[in-house]
């Protein structure tokens, strides 16, 4: 199998989906469109993950790449790919997909539990996972659902935290399941004038020092892949 990634600054790569691939064997490429370099074709890739970044998906005058890169995702959800959004890439793909993307009422940033909806508890997507789960987050916008797409789970700061389409093999994350100690590290070093006073919004040392939460959603992205993977 071959993925492709779509990463959007230095500092917001695979993290741990990287581990997860290489060891299942698996043909691993990128574009990285800060480096302005070019989208595969089609037929080069068999899952699309697309990353997340500190952008909003309609800055298209500040990064004129994102255009391109919304017609990208849109042919690869056209052509039946495996797609995964993360954070950013949840709202690219729920804006491809017909969703409005806007102004979430509260920034989350830090470790806040995830809860499954009900259309979530029955999706194959979340087989295994319990009720409420532990995830990282890390943003200020939101979306709305995309046309014939189902809302798995919500948070308490933000209702729309992941969403499935064309019989889940497109797959809208707004929080990080992805992310290691070393990832989280670069976040705060490249955002840390986000990391303002706010309700849902949480200090880099305790957001680093909950070694737990990163064990646990790193077992929670790895279920959430095999699981992807049976589709």
């Known amino acids: 199998m071959k993925l492709h ?19 299942q064997g698996w043909t691993l490429s990128a574009t990285h469109l800060y480096r302005g370099e070019e989208l595969p074709a089609p037929e080069e890739f068999d899952w699309l993950v697309v990353m997340g970044g500190p952008m909003n998906i309609y800055e298209e005058k500040e990064y004129p790449w994102l255009a391109a890169e919304k017609k990208f995702i849109g042919k690869a959800i056209e052509d039946n790919k495996i797609v995964l959004g993360i954070c950013l890439g949840a709202q690219l793909i729920a804006d491809v ?3 409005r993307v806007v102004r979430n009422q509260h920034k989350e940033i830090g470790w806040f539990p995830v809860t499954l909806r009900p259309e979530g ?17 890390w943003h200020g916008d939101t979306f709305s ?3 014939g797409a189902k809302m798995l789970a919500q948070s308490k700061a933000c209702p729309a935290q992941a969403f499935s389409a064309n019989g889940g093999r497109v797959v809208g994350l707004q929080f990080h399941l992805e992310s290691s100690p070393e990832s989280v590290g670069l976040l705060i070093e490249n ?21 737990d939460k990163f064990s646990a959603i790193h077992n929670s992205l790895l279920l959430l892949l095999e699981n992807m993977k049976k589709l």
Not at 8 to 20: D, K, Q, S, T, Y
Not at 191 to 211: N, P
């Open 191 to 211: 955002c840390s004038d986000e990391l303002v006073d706010g309700e849902y919004i949480q200090k880099a040392d305790l957001i680093l020092k909950q070694v």
């Open 5 to 23: 990634y779509i990463q959007h600054v230095p500092f917001e790569g695979l993290a741990n989906i990287r581990h997860w691939a290489e060891n």
């Open 145 to 147: 659902l995309p046309p």
């Open 97 to 99: 997909l017909g969703g």
């Open 121 to 137: 508890t029955q999706s194959p997507l979340f087989k295994d996972f319990p009720a409420e789960f532990q995830a990282l987050h």
